[in-house]
């Protein structure tokens, strides 16, 4: 079993940066996919970015294409979340999530077991 710990939310002004990070301890994250989500208040849990730890691949939402990178770190067993030009839409409390979903439902947050306590993103315009 893997325990997420998410870090690096905060306050950034609108066209600003942040980066998120989620270490994984208890086991590495290897043969895992780790998901980013992020809730706003009074909204559903929407999937940001995954990455397939094993092969890299990566794969966004359409919403943070081009303005959001994710990448890990192997040797840290931690992923990272890099938002440039946030926009004040992208506020919430982002969570990381691992587990090996199959392709299909690998943007689906029922697909992930493992969820870490989440950061907030704040974004003021």
């Known amino acids: 079993q893997v325990q997420l710990v998410e870090s690096g939310g905060g306050l950034v002004q609108a066209g600003g940066s942040l980066r998120v990070s989620c270490a994984a301890s208890g086991r590495t994250f290897r043969d895992y996919t780790v998901g980013w989500f992020r809730q706003a208040p009074g909204k559903e849990r929407e999937f940001v970015a995954g990455?397939?730890?094993?092969?890299?691949?990566?794969y966004f939402a359409e919403s943070v294409k081009g303005r959001f990178t994710i990448s890990k770190d192997n040797a840290k067993n931690t992923v990272y979340l890099q938002m440039n030009s946030l926009k004040p839409e992208d506020a919430a409390a982002y969570y990381c999530?691992?587990?090996?979903?199959?392709?299909?439902?690998?943007?689906?947050?029922?697909?992930?077991?493992?969820w870490g306590q989440g950061t907030q993103v704040t974004v003021s315009s």
């Open positions: 999530a691992a587990g090996r979903p199959i392709t299909s439902e690998s943007r689906m947050a029922r697909a992930y077991p493992y």
């Open positions: 990455i397939r730890w094993n092969s890299g691949i990566t």
